[in-house]
């Protein structure tokens, strides 16, 4: 009876002890509780205080938070841009515990957390996206993007006090939607086609107005260079004759002679026949040396 009494004592004396201690890792913290009423926080952001620690049995009770970064995905969503199209995002947030006590009377627990957190970055991300043509957020303009939903969700939790700090904001997709992508490529391509169209036809009136103008001044070229060349033939006629007319008063009878020479080479050079009568004045240097 009495080996039994002290096994039941030794056994609530373990119960006891076990209640009066907890144990706190290094990536979580503490919320104690008294009756219910949050009384202590231990191994909080900024004052590490992970291992062992007693309290006090079945009046304390000891809650737990991830005191690193937790990661909140939320399900795609269909947003309006500012030029009403539908874009369907896809975002996720990461945040961290830094004050359990305010993070457990805002929310409780983690739970209560997701289901508000998600409520904030919805209504940041479509304040800011309902602000921007989707072409800018289909283009490429994601890092400012983001830099505006963080800092709006930054705002309603600062102003919430919610006991948390808003480590970063990712915008994993934004695009959109399948039949809508569609419709806008083909646009795109229409547009791309007229343009292109457009710089193809002004191309087109560009060469042919340069063509026109090098036709033109090709004209323009070959009328001064044939006129430059008529001059040049003219004065050189006139020239020739100048000087005929100079040798021909200087001595008017070898002039005659060295005329009749010349229409003999050209005459006979060939062997041509030439058929005239005896008399003719052509061949008068062949009667006499005078050519009388």
């Known amino acids: 009876?009495?080996?039994?009494?002290?096994?039941?004592?030794?056994?609530?004396?373990?119960?006891?002890?076990?209640?009066?201690?907890?144990?706190?890792s290094e990536t979580e913290q503490a919320l104690i509780l008294r009756l219910g009423e949050p009384v202590d926080a231990v191994n909080e952001v900024g004052e590490p205080d992970p291992g062992l620690h007693f309290k006090t049995p079945f009046i304390m009770e000891v809650l737990t938070f991830d005191k690193r970064n937790i990661e909140l995905d939320l399900d795609p969503e269909e947003i309006?841009?500012?030029d009403q199209e539908r874009l369907i995002v896809d975002a996720f947030l990461r945040y961290r515990i830094t004050d359990p006590l305010r993070f457990y009377q805002t929310f409780r627990d983690e739970r209560g957390a997701r289901v508000r957190l998600q409520q904030i970055m919805?209504?940041?991300?479509?304040?800011?996206?309902?602000?921007?043509?989707?072409?800018?957020?289909?283009?490429?303009?994601?890092?400012?993007?983001?830099?505006?939903?963080?800092?709006?969700?930054?705002?309603?939790?600062?102003?919430g006090s919610f006991g948390i700090e808003v480590i970063d904001v990712r915008i994993l997709r934004a695009d959109?939607?399948?039949?809508?992508?569609?419709?806008?490529?083909q646009r795109m391509r229409s547009e791309r086609d007229q343009e292109a169209a457009r710089i193809r036809a002004e191309g087109?009136?560009?060469?042919?107005?340069?063509?026109?103008?090098?036709?033109?001044?090709?004209?323009?070229?070959?009328?001064?260079?044939r006129a430059e060349s008529e001059r040049i033939r003219g004065e050189g006629d006139a020239r020739?004759?100048?000087?005929?007319?100079?040798?021909?008063?200087?001595?008017?009878?070898?002039?005659?002679?060295?005329?009749?020479?010349?229409?003999?080479?050209?005459?006979?050079?060939d062997g041509t026949p030439i058929v005239i009568p005896p008399d003719s004045e052509f061949f008068n240097y062949f009667r006499s040396e005078t050519g009388q």
């Not at 063509?211 to 070959?222: H, K, L, S, V, Y």
């Open 204 to 225: 087109e009136q560009r060469a042919a107005e340069i063509r026109a103008n090098a036709d033109r001044q090709a004209a323009i070229i070959e009328a001064e260079a």
């Open 122 to 159: 919805d209504d940041s991300l479509r304040g800011v996206i309902a602000s921007i043509p989707s072409s800018e957020v289909i283009s490429g303009q994601r890092a400012e993007l983001m830099d505006r939903v963080q800092t709006a969700v930054e705002d309603q939790v600062r102003t």
């Open 1 to 24: 009876m009495i080996r039994t009494l002290g096994i039941i004592i030794l056994a609530v004396a373990v119960f006891i002890g076990l209640q009066s201690v907890y144990t706190v």
């Open 176 to 185: 959109l939607p399948q039949q809508i992508a569609e419709n806008v490529f």
């Open 240 to 269: 020739r004759n100048e000087i005929f007319a100079e040798a021909y008063s200087r001595d008017e009878e070898f002039f005659a002679f060295y005329r009749s020479m010349l229409a003999y080479q050209q005459a006979m050079g």
């Open 80 to 82: 309006l841009a500012s």
